[in-house]
Nanobody, 124 residues
Framework: QVQLVESGGGSVQAGGSLRLSCAASGLTIRSAAMGWFRQVAGKERDIVVV????????YYGDFVKGRFTISRDNVKNTVYLQMNSLKPEDTGVYYCAARPSLFMSVRSHDYDYWGQGTQVTVSS
């Protein structure tokens, strides 16, 4: 059984930083494309960043480029999202996702496994 457990969300002021973690079990992150997606109430999930199974290829959503960084710890089987220079418009629920495939995707519906989500709130 695959489980993705996110942590690290919270409330910060604009300009602050947070680091989200996604601990995977039942799946080896080296065998999967991994991603972070954000959902705002009433809207579809937007891509934040995805990384392919090799860890060499990433794709960042336009709204986070230069501010967020994805990384992986293969020993801990955990994916991280470092978020810097946070803005109020970054507020939302952040989900970790996994796609056991050679290829990553920027489309949320291509991902097979999802975490429960962690709330990020950025105040001005």
């Amino acid at each position: 059984q695959v489980q993705l457990v996110e942590s690290g969300g919270g409330s910060v002021q604009a300009g602050g930083s947070l680091r989200l973690s996604c601990a995977a079990s039942g799946l080896t992150i080296r065998s999967a494309a991994m991603g972070w997606f954000r959902q705002v109430a009433g809207k579809e999930r937007d891509i934040v960043v995805v990384i392919d199974k090799s860890g060499l290829v990433t794709y960042y959503g336009d709204f986070v480029k230069g501010r967020f960084t994805i990384s992986r710890d293969n020993v801990k089987n955990t994916v991280y999202l470092q978020m810097n220079s946070l803005k109020p418009e970054d507020t939302g629920v952040y989900y970790c996702a996994a796609r056991p495939s050679l290829f990553m995707s920027v489309r949320s519906h291509d991902y097979d496994y999802w975490g429960q989500g962690t709330q990020v709130t950025v105040s001005s």
